[in-house]
């Protein structure tokens, strides 16, 4: 078998979500897959394997330290960086497919940067009273700087507040524990100037009940984006910033085509390649 080390959403050397993608694990059944993933202690490590539908390229499963994924968003764009460094040949020169378990996810390859379709949301619409009580508390920020809050599920069941500016989303100050799953995010305006147009922060609970910031998520940024775009707060493109509150400093450009379909891209670089796991 063979790990290989990516940083997915950077801005520069090492500013991005880490990502570990195991390459020839075949032979690992999930509870392998699921103890290796915790020992890695990144906030998800994939298994690339042979695919199942004659439309994808690869498949993958996608793991973090509490469970399996469906879908995730940083995951995806570094696991097909992988296997596009490691000699894979799409079947349509540019165009990656994935086969993960929501289905086949296509994945664009724009110079040196990669772009996901956002897949569809599995869960929308406004939380119930309780809900948003509970995001709040977890998120740690006044209510009065809630503009909405909303269901964004898209894999990870995250339970997004939109806030009145990024000063808010930066200043949050999350619990130190919350019942598992817990997935919050948040989303607020930049200033003009500010490098970005949103800034986001994500919440989710280990395997402990532990709330851990992630650094760069896809999955959340794929979800606000389609609810960004849906309420006509951008048009077109934006670019979201995420991290910096993790020591990070990831980018994210969010585009959505004329046809309505809403794209995640971001640079990917390859940390270490090759490196052999007993």
């Known amino acids: 078998m063979l790990l290989e080390l990516v940083d997915v959403f950077a801005s520069g050397p090492l500013s991005g979500n880490p990502l570990a993608v195991v390459r020839g694990g075949e032979a690992l059944d999930t509870p392998a897959m699921l103890a290796l993933t915790q020992w890695l202690g990144f906030s998800e490590t994939t298994f690339l394997l042979p695919p199942t539908d004659p439309g994808a390229d690869y498949r993958v499963r996608i793991f973090y330290p509490a469970g399996e994924l469906p879908f995730a968003g940083h995951p995806t764009l570094g696991s097909a960086q992988a296997w596009l460094m490691a ?48 995001a709040i508390r977890v998120a740690g920020i006044p209510e009065s700087a809630v503009v909405e809050a909303i269901h964004a599920c898209n894999g990870p069941g995250w339970r997004l507040l939109r806030l009145e500016s990024a000063e808010q989303v930066l200043a949050a100050r999350p619990v130190a524990e919350a019942p598992v799953p817990t997935d919050v995010g948040l989303i607020g305006p930049c200033l003009p100037g500010a490098g970005a147009d949103f800034e986001l922060r994500a919440f989710f609970s280990n395997p402990q009940g532990k709330i851990v910031e992630d650094p760069v998520t896809g999955s959340l940024n794929a979800a606000a984006a389609q609810v960004i775009f849906a309420q006509g707060l951008a048009k077109g493109r934006y670019v979201a910033a995420q991290g910096r509150c993790t020591g990070a400093d990831g980018r994210v450009e969010l585009t959505q085509d004329a046809d309505g379909a809403v794209w995640v891209a971001g640079r990917v670089r390859m940390v270490s390649q090759g490196g052999h796991l007993a």
């Open 87 to 134: 000699g894979g040949v799409p079947r349509t020169p540019g165009r990656v497919v994935q086969e993960c378990g929501v289905g086949l996810v296509e994945v664009r390859v724009d110079d040196d940067a990669l772009a996901f379709r956002a897949p569809p949301l599995l869960r929308g619409g406004p939380l119930t009273a309780a809900e948003r009580a509970e």
